[in-house]
């Protein structure tokens, strides 16, 4: 008898079908018993999860893979009862090879305490014609590198048993077009494996044990979990199968013995009821079966039979004892008698393999001993083949670095499965080592790949690689120092990229000493060394300046080690570098990981502020230094050009009146400015009708003098000057001393952003309305309104609020109004301050204002004149009282009334 073993398995199929959708609607949160460790996949299923008949939950494939299409079978020979998980499927029409990536759970190691944990994984391949062409397709099976099995026409699932190394912690299951249809899947099984197979030597790394068939004898149910604890599948397979001479032997409830030492193997009681017997004692039970090509010519087998004695009307006496041979010829159990007592199973696995051909057919029988009184009997098979796998698996740091690097860029290569092995699959832009362990990556080239962002920290685990390609692509941002750790690297070409900053030193040694092959020709701003003299769009700024002096210890400290400073930004460089102060401080003026970034704000944990760009959040450094930390939302990140270059010179702008920028995060979409805290808050918080904690009238002219001398500072002491485009109240901070700072200063955005977006252009109310131009005189218009806001109390505008005037309200129109029909500074100062203010000040103050908001922009004063007043100002109060006398006021400055700025 010639068995079709992959017809037995769709017959199986078909009952598994009609047994299977009786569909209970199991809401399972925990898995069921014995299911733990499972991993089920419903390959191609649109919703998150599928519950099969029996509980066990089927997962989606959705986030697990990016390749391949989600398909719906048709119908199967006119019978669509499959069960649920069965009726999607994921096929391939892309790619020579698509590969899942499973990745398992350590927790079965660690449990049994082995480094080596087995594992039966199981592919199901339900056709269903669901691509209406009725015709199945062939494909290879891989698993990891090596070829698993050639999925032909009517096979409906391909099993396995394989080991894991320690430091494996996924499985790659490939599918591999062969050009003879499109490779699909419908389900992916995985089950840890810890049963003893009685002798038969468990695969090694190299090879694994693939199953031919595994059979209920003589019954009518596929079984699997939960009849089989460990979720083997059991097909059904007839008796004729082993003859004609046969006949089925069946008990019904009886239980045989199910306790751990008489059943290891934890058969399942429903394989062990039936049996098939043959009807005359000089008769063997005989299997045959020719090896198809899968892919080799060579097998070696392994098999177990189980046996159970279930026949009842035993007699006294009588006895069944057989003996297996193989190929007619060789008593497998020569010394050993397989005598059955009843109801005890019993199994025997063969303790070598068998070698057998190609295309020659093999038999295996049972036969009846010499002294048995009854003919054979056998109640369950399980047919194994040793597959070689001896394709190693690349070393697994190099397959994590590399994983990462794929999903980091979005690289569009056919990427799949283990990158080096097999070779004919291996990585485009890769080259491995022929190592027979572990291969490595040797070398990486991804030139003209359309990369983008900056060169992933990934890359530094590829600890093997020599030979470093990322020539022309977009690739923005400084070069790491870490590509300089590369110990083994020889040749990094960086060429025909949007790098900036300047190339690290340790790399820098390593080409000059000629153990690197450097080329980073086509970065327009990248520089070889200090200074960076490229002169275009960067803002080459001339840093120190009178209060960064005081400010800066080390420039203090530079002072009285007598070093002499010039004011230029090179000399400030060189004695950053020249002074342990100065290196600490750079140290901390960095970049920022986003994981770093994560750190510090405890998962974003504390909210202090939320601002157009995104919001701000409280966070500790390392040192327990507070910091406030502005993410930058993804729709703002647009708006900011160049986003790095610039931070990096704002970085090393110091000024007792400027928000030191400590830090930034620029890792893709993720951006952060990482600056000082200010724990008193901003200005607009202060001025708040409902902020009953009103400002001194010492403290607003102490906010007054600070916040000119910051702008002034931008103004003048920087070298071309930096505008800051979006003075508010919301923008001056407020230390614990309640002296202030200007932020968010000195990011360029897009032109064309600016148009369109308040953000950009600045706020209503503090951008001159008539004049789009960015520029000093814009800012000192801002300017202008807070010191109004900071006098009045009143808000630079009030949309839609009829109190005061028809329609909108305006400082401007409002300050104007009070001083040509009352003249009255105290109906123009805040009314919360209660009369405890200067009048001369006031009006000097109301006078600058107003300066400061002419229309002609060229006509506006300096920042450098309003610091200057303002100072006088608060020196006036600190030596004198409040004095009553007004002062006349000219009405030259306040002749631009008829032109007063329309609200927006
Ligand atoms: C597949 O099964 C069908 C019937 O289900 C049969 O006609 C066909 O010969 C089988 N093909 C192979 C290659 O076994
Ligand atoms: C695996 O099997 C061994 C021997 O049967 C047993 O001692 C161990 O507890 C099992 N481990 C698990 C995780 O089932
Ligand atoms: C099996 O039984 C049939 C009759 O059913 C008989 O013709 C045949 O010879 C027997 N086969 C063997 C191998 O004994
Ligand atoms: C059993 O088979 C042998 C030979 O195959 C035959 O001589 C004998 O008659 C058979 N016995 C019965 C009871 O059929
Ligand atoms: C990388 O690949 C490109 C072609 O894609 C080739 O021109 C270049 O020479 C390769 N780089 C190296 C270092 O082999
Ligand atoms: C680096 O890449 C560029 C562009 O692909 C190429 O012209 C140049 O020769 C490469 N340099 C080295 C050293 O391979």
Request: charged share 20%; net charge neutral.
């Amino acid at each position: 008898m010639v068995v079709e073993w992959s017809l037995v398995s769709v017959v199986s199929l078909c009952l598994l079908a009609i047994i299977g959708f009786h569909c209970c609607c199991l809401h399972a949160d925990q898995p069921p018993k014995g299911s733990e460790g499972f991993i089920n996949i419903d390959c191609g299923l649109a919703q998150d999860t599928t519950i099969t008949s029996h509980g066990l939950v089927y997962k989606s494939d959705k986030d697990m893979i990016k390749s391949g299409m989600s398909k719906q079978i048709l119908a199967y020979d006119g019978n669509n009862n499959w069960d649920l998980q069965y009726w999607t499927l994921r096929s391939f029409p892309n790619g020579t090879r698509n590969c899942y990536h499973l990745e398992v759970d350590s927790a079965p190691r660690s449990q049994n305490n082995n480094s080596n944990t087995k594992y039966l994984i199981r592919g199901y391949f339900v056709y269903g014609n669901y691509d209406g062409l009725n015709f199945a397709p062939t494909f290879d099976l891989y698993l990891g590198p090596n070829l698993w099995a050639r999925r032909r026409m009517n096979t409906t699932y391909i099993e396995a048993i394989t080991l894991l190394y320690p430091s494996q912690d996924y499985f790659d299951v490939c599918f591999v077009n062969i050009n003879s249809g499109v490779p699909y899947i419908s389900s992916l099984e995985l089950r840890p494996f810890n049963i003893s197979l009685h002798g038969i030597p468990y695969p090694t790394h190299s090879q694994h044990l693939q199953i031919l068939g595994r059979y209920n004898v003589g019954g009518t149910q596929m079984i699997k979990y939960p009849e089989d604890v460990n979720d083997r599948q059991w097909d059904t397979i007839d008796c004729s199968t082993f003859g004609y001479n046969t006949s089925l032997l069946s008990i019904d409830e009886a239980e045989t013995d199910n306790n751990d030492d008489s059943n290891p193997y934890k058969l399942p009681q429903s394989m062990l009821r039936t049996a098939c017997e043959s009807t005359n004692l000089s008769i063997p039970l005989a299997l045959q079966w020719t090896p198809s090509d899968q892919g080799s010519l060579r097998y070696y087998f392994y098999f177990c039979f189980h046996f159970a004695e279930i026949e009842k009307k035993l007699k006294a006496g009588q006895f069944r004892e057989m003996s297996i041979v193989f190929n007619d010829v060789h008593t497998i159990t020569n010394s050993i008698k397989l005598q059955l007592p009843y109801l005890k199973p019993l199994s025997f696995c063969s303790k070598e393999s068998y070698e057998v051909l190609l295309n020659q057919p093999i038999k295996l029988s049972v036969s009846a001993t010499s002294s048995s009184t009854l003919p054979p009997i056998l109640n369950g098979i399980e047919i194994f083949y040793i597959r070689d796998a001896s394709n190693p698996l690349t070393f697994f740091e190099d397959v994590k670095a590399m994983r990462k690097i794929k999903e980091e860029y979005k690289v569009s290569k056919n990427w799949e499965g283990d990158p080096c092995q097999p070779v004919e699959f291996s990585w485009e832009g890769l080259n491995c080592s022929n190592d027979h362990t572990w291969p490595r990556i040797i070398s990486l080239n991804l030139s003209s790949s359309n990369l983008t962002g900056h060169i992933v920290s990934s890359i530094s685990n590829l600890t093997a690689i020599n030979t470093l390609d990322l020539s022309k692509n977009e690739l923005e941002g400084e070069v790491p120092e870490f590509l300089a750790l590369l110990p083994k690297l020889q040749l990094l070409n960086l060429s025909g990229n949007k790098l900036n900053g300047v190339l690290p030193d340790n790399l820098l040694n390593k080409y000059k000493n000629g153990s690197l092959v450097l080329s980073v020709e086509g970065n327009e701003e990248l520089c070889w060394s200090q200074p960076c003299n490229h002169k275009k769009k960067k803002l080459p700024i001339s840093i120190p300046i009178l209060c960064s002096v005081i400010v800066a210890p080390i420039l203090v400290l530079a002072i009285l080690l007598g070093l002499k400073i010039t004011y230029t930004r090179k000399s400030k460089e060189k004695s950053l570098e020249s002074s342990h102060e100065g290196e600490s401080l750079k140290m901390k003026n960095r970049h920022y990981s986003y994981l770093e970034v994560l750190s510090i704000t405890d998962n974003f944990g504390v909210v202090i502020g939320e601002g157009g760009f995104g919001k701000v959040y409280l966070g500790t450094l390392k040192d327990k230094t507070q910091v406030a930390v502005k993410v930058l939302s993804p729709s703002s990140q647009q708006g900011y050009k160049q986003f790095r270059a610039e931070i990096q010179l704002l970085i090393v702008v110091h000024h007792c009146n400027l928000v030191t920028l400590l830090g930034y995060c620029d890792e893709g979409n993720h951006k952060a400015l990482i600056y000082e805290y200010m724990p008193n808050g901003n200005l607009q918080q202060h001025l708040l009708d409902t902020n009953t904690n009103t400002l001194s009238w010492m403290q607003r002219l102490q906010i007054a003098v600070d916040a000119a001398h910051g702008l002034e500072y931008l103004h003048n002491g920087c070298k071309p000057p930096i505008i800051h485009r979006d003075l508010k109240p919301a923008n001056i901070l407020l230390d614990n001393t309640m002296h202030a700072k200007i932020a968010d200063f000195g990011l360029s955005r897009t032109d064309d952003q600016s148009h369109f977006s308040t953000h950009f252009a600045g706020t209503p109310g503090y951008f001159d309305p008539r004049n789009q131009n960015v520029n000093k005189q814009s800012d000192v218009y801002s300017f202008g309104i807070i010191l109004l806001e900071l006098i009045t109390g009143k808000p630079a505008i009030k949309r839609g609020s009829s109190s005061m005037f028809e329609g909108n309200f305006h400082i401007l129109n409002w300050v104007e109004s009070m001083i040509k029909n009352t003249g009255d500074i105290e109906k123009i100062v805040d009314s919360k301050l209660g009369g405890e203010f200067n009048q001369n000040s006031a009006w000097k103050i109301v006078e600058l204002g107003m300066s400061c908001t002419q229309p002609t922009a060229l006509k506006r004063p300096d920042m450098r004149h309003v610091f200057g007043e303002l100072k006088e100002c608060l020196a006036v109060h600190q030596n004198t009282t409040t004095t009553t006398e007004t002062r006349i006021i000219s009405t030259r400055v306040l002749s631009h009334s008829e032109i007063a700025p329309s609200p927006r």
